[in-house]
Structure formats: structure tokens, C-alpha cells
């Protein structure tokens, strides 16, 4: 397995909704990159059809502005890696397609999947459900990521995905299934260290001793966040500034993974009103302290 460092050190990311647009052109000085689901940029319009995916020109224009000045660092939600009926092959297209304008040094979507098979058709569920834990599903997924690999040769990073229910038959535990994924394609991580939290909080599980059995040179990208209470879970909401707990992993993570690019901030727009211009820029501020803490000076990528 190369141990080399893979992608640069960028330092601290945002991740791009429309509603914080105008802190993100305002407020460029405390953060070093930006991260943009790209699905929401353009517009789908479905497998029989040619050309499928019409970019947004505005929001295509947005991210050619910021590319001057930082990195763009794309993070999709479309790919559904983990469905059993098909792999979107022209989804990894657009992908590469975005890569020619933006240059972006690692990519990264979701260990789970959202489209299934329905009828003669599919069906889109809206949320990223989890896989199972077992030899079946790293056979499935190697031939997968080994495509969008040959495809984009830059690291392509699988997130870990939360759960509320559980399966009983796993054969791996959380970190035991990373590991052997990627072990065995190759791939690299964005460890979500609010959504290792949540399964903590619903789970029960030491999220600590979770890190610890992680192979943390194989974590490119860390994702916090904040979430809520709701009928006795606690929900991977995106909904305002990230509990202590999670403070907390994320001081404990930052020097345990040696090839780390950033770390990334998540809100969606829906709550951004309720916290405000001045609480983002205060959790930003705090991340970019323990980054300085624990991580070397972040490095700009060339325009």
C-alpha cells in the first residue's frame, strides 16, 4: 500500500449552500477551501436522456470565482455506490467532466446508497442508507471503485455513513470494515467525525476506541458537524455548531492521521439563518486553531 502523502495540506474547508454564499464571498479569510456537493449545480435529467446533466451557469460561474482564489473540492451524493441493481458510470463522467475546469486534487462521495431497483425501474429513497458490513459488499464494491479510480486518477475518498438501525449478521465492526475496504480497493476515507458521533450517541459505542482502530493514513478529509435531538435519536441534522464531544474528536483525530488534506465544515442552508454569520465564522476560527495545533501551515493550490 503507497504511504506516501497523497493530496496537499489545504487547512479548513466550508462546505458551499447557496444560503452562505454571501459569507463565503465575504468572508474569505477563514477558510482555506471550499467544498460544493455538485450535484446541486446541475440539473439530472435522467438516464434515457442526452445530454443528461445541464450544468447551472451561475453556480458554475460562482465556482470559477472562488477557484481563482482557493480550492474546490467536489464531494457528491449521486454516485449511490452501494446500490445492488447498477453503477452509474455517467455520473463518474460528470465528475471527470468537472475536473477539467476545476483541478481539483481528491473527490469524494458516500459509503451507501440511495437509488434502488423498483420494478422495471428505480427509485431515488432521498437518503444514504447504509451497506452491509461483510465480504459481500467489498466484492461489490471493489470493481466499483476501481472504475471511478481509472477513470479520475486522484485519491477518491468513500465517506463513512451513519446508521439507526443496525445489522445483526456484520461480520466487521465500523473500523474493521474502513479497513478492509480499504485495504482491499485502495480508496481513502472522509471520516465524518459528527456522523461517528451520532452512531456513538444511538449505538452506545466508544467513538474514541472507533479512532484508534482506524488506519488514520488512509483519512484524507475530516466532516463535522452539528445535529439534534428527535423521538430519542440523535439525527445527523447539519443543523447549527458542532457539540463538545465533537470538539473533542476532532482534537483527537487531527494528529492521528498524518496525510490529512482538510477538514470540513457542514450546514445546511435550511438551518443557516438560525446560527448566523457570526457562529460559523466562530466554529471556522476554531478549527483552523487546532488545525494549527496539530497540522503544518495549510498550502495554496496554484489558480
Not at 449552500?17 to 460544493?36: H, K, M, N
Not at 432521498?126 to 470493481?143: H, S
Not at 466508544?206 to 479512532?211: C, S
Not at 440523535?234 to 463538545?244: E, R, T
Request: net charge negative; proline share 7%.
Amino acid at each position: 500500500m503507497n504511504r506516501e502523502r497523497p493530496v496537499p495540506k489545504l487547512g479548513v474547508g466550508v462546505a458551499f449552500q447557496p444560503a452562505l454564499r454571501p459569507f463565503i464571498e465575504s468572508r474569505g479569510d477563514l477558510f482555506d477551501y471550499l467544498e460544493v456537493v455538485p450535484d446541486i449545480l446541475w440539473n439530472d435529467r435522467g438516464r434515457g436522456e442526452t445530454p443528461r446533466y445541464v450544468d447551472d451557469p451561475d453556480g458554475v460561474a460562482f465556482l470559477r470565482q472562488v477557484r481563482r482564489e482557493r480550492a474546490v473540492i467536489p464531494h457528491s451524493i449521486g454516485l449511490s455506490i452501494g446500490s445492488a441493481h447498477r453503477f452509474d458510470r455517467r455520473h463518474v463522467e460528470q465528475i471527470a467532466a468537472w475536473r477539467e475546469w476545476l483541478d481539483f486534487p481528491w473527490h469524494s462521495d458516500h459509503l451507501a446508497f440511495h437509488l434502488a431497483e423498483h420494478g422495471v425501474d428505480e427509485m431515488n429513497v432521498g437518503v444514504t442508507l447504509p451497506l452491509p458490513r461483510d465480504r459481500e459488499t467489498l466484492a461489490a464494491l471493489a470493481p466499483r471503485v476501481a472504475a471511478v479510480q481509472s477513470r479520475l486518477p486522484i485519491p477518491f475518498l468513500l465517506e463513512n455513513n451513519v446508521y439507526f438501525f443496525d445489522f445483526r449478521d456484520a461480520e466487521y465492526d465500523d473500523a474493521g470494515f474502513l479497513n478492509a475496504l480499504c485495504e482491499r480497493t485502495g480508496c481513502y476515507l472522509l471520516l465524518d467525525l459528527h456522523n461517528v458521533y451520532v452512531n456513538s450517541r444511538n449505538h452506545g459505542m466508544d467513538p474514541f476506541r472507533l479512532l484508534d482502530a482506524i488506519d488514520c493514513e488512509r483519512v484524507l478529509e475530516l466532516h463535522v458537524a452539528g445535529g439534534m435531538e428527535h423521538e430519542g435519536f440523535y439525527l445527523d441534522a447539519h443543523s447549527g455548531p458542532m457539540p463538545q464531544p465533537v470538539w473533542d474528536l476532532l482534537d483527537y483525530a487531527l494528529p492521528r492521521c498524518p496525510n490529512l488534506g482538510g477538514v470540513t465544515f457542514e450546514i445546511l442552508g435550511s438551518w443557516f439563518s438560525g446560527m448566523g454569520n457570526e457562529k460559523l465564522a466562530a466554529e471556522l476560527s476554531g478549527m483552523r486553531e487546532l488545525w494549527h495545533r496539530h497540522q503544518p501551515a495549510p498550502e495554496r493550490l496554484a489558480a
